[in-house]
């Protein structure tokens, strides 16, 4: 400008220094509200600042954590699997959604997203280890339900019985387990087993239709009508 001025251009110039000034001050004061534990304050900073810098891959990653600290965790997968895609060999945000689809009890979404990460850095320590994690368990669940399908119980109790002990930590994954294993109680004529653990599960989960239909057969089996 300084070489070629125009009052169209400068204006314009300026219009965008005054933006670009704003800018930093807000991503100055969305980091001092991060660092403070405020995720709330940050997000709403956040979100000022990605209205203009749309293809800012880090702090779209930043926001996700505030997300996942705030306890939204679809809302940070969507803007880390934005970040995935803008920054090339994002290995940490593949890393990140498919730890958050784990958390959620998402095994099959947490496998693809991990072999994404492997895909691109097939030495990634923590990558490598939450995909043995994930994939030990996706087989086990995925065998426990097709010997439900075989009508194989006992032995699709004794699988259930290992996912929960391949995870126990995450509480998603034993309350399933649970669940399926009153059914397969259900189906073997165990009334009595079945209406004790169905009754575990729904005091955790008051509306989880499933266990709610598989107590309602175990207490057939009792001639329990009433209940």
Same mark, same amino acid.
């Given at each position: 400008?300084?070489?070629?001025?125009?009052?169209?251009? @400068?204006?314009?110039?300026?219009?965008?220094?005054? !933006?670009?000034?704003?800018?930093?001050?807000?991503?100055?004061?969305?980091? /001092?509200?991060?660092?403070?534990?405020?995720?709330?304050?940050?997000?709403?900073?956040? +979100?000022?600042?990605?209205?203009?810098? #749309?293809? +800012?891959?880090?702090?779209?990653?930043?926001?996700? %954590?505030? =997300? &996942?600290?705030?306890?939204?965790?679809? !809302?940070? &997968?969507?803007?880390?699997?934005?970040?995935?895609?803008?920054?090339? +060999?994002?290995? %940490?945000?593949?890393?990140?959604?498919?730890? &958050?689809?784990?958390?959620?009890? $998402?095994? *099959?979404? /947490?496998?693809?997203?991990?072999?994404?990460?492997?895909?691109? $850095?097939?030495?990634?320590?923590?990558?490598?280890?939450?995909?043995?994690? #994930?994939?030990?368990?996706?087989?086990?669940? @995925? /065998?426990?339900?097709?010997?439900?399908? *075989?009508?194989? =119980?006992? $032995?699709?109790?004794?699988? =259930?019985?290992? #996912?929960?002990?391949?995870?126990?930590?995450?509480? &998603?994954? /034993?309350?399933?387990?649970? @669940?399926?294993?009153?059914?397969?109680?259900?189906?073997?004529?165990?009334?009595? *087993?079945?209406?004790?653990?169905?009754?575990? #599960?729904?005091?955790?989960?008051?509306?989880?239709?499933?266990?709610?239909?598989?107590?309602? %057969?175990?207490?057939?089996?009792? $001639?329990?009508? *009433? %209940?």
């Amino acid at each position: 400008l300084k070489s070629n001025p125009s009052n169209n251009e @400068e204006k314009e110039a300026q219009t965008q220094l005054t !933006k670009s000034d704003e800018l930093q001050r807000l991503h100055s004061q969305a980091l /001092s509200a991060y660092q403070q534990e405020d995720y709330e304050a940050a997000i709403s900073l956040l +979100d000022e600042i990605l209205a203009v810098c #749309v293809w +800012d891959a880090e702090l779209r990653e930043l926001r996700a %954590e505030c =997300y &996942i600290k705030e306890g939204e965790p679809s !809302k940070a &997968i969507s803007d880390l699997k934005a970040a995935a895609k803008l920054k090339n +060999d994002n290995t %940490e945000a593949f890393y990140k959604i498919s730890r &958050i689809y784990y958390q959620l009890g $998402d095994h *099959e979404l /947490s496998l693809s997203e991990v072999r994404e990460c492997l895909k691109l $850095d097939q030495d990634h320590k923590q990558c490598f280890s939450l995909y043995k994690q #994930v994939k030990k368990l996706n087989k086990q669940i @995925e /065998s426990a339900e097709e010997l439900i399908r *075989e009508g194989r =119980y006992e $032995d699709a109790i004794s699988k =259930y019985n290992s #996912v929960m002990k391949t995870e126990p930590e995450v509480p &998603i994954y /034993s309350t399933r387990a649970k @669940e399926r294993i009153c059914h397969c109680l259900s189906k073997n004529q165990q009334a009595t *087993e079945a209406i004790k653990l169905c009754t575990e #599960v729904l005091q955790l989960e008051p509306t989880n239709v499933n266990a709610l239909k598989d107590r309602a %057969e175990a207490y057939l089996l009792e $001639d329990m009508y *009433e %209940e």
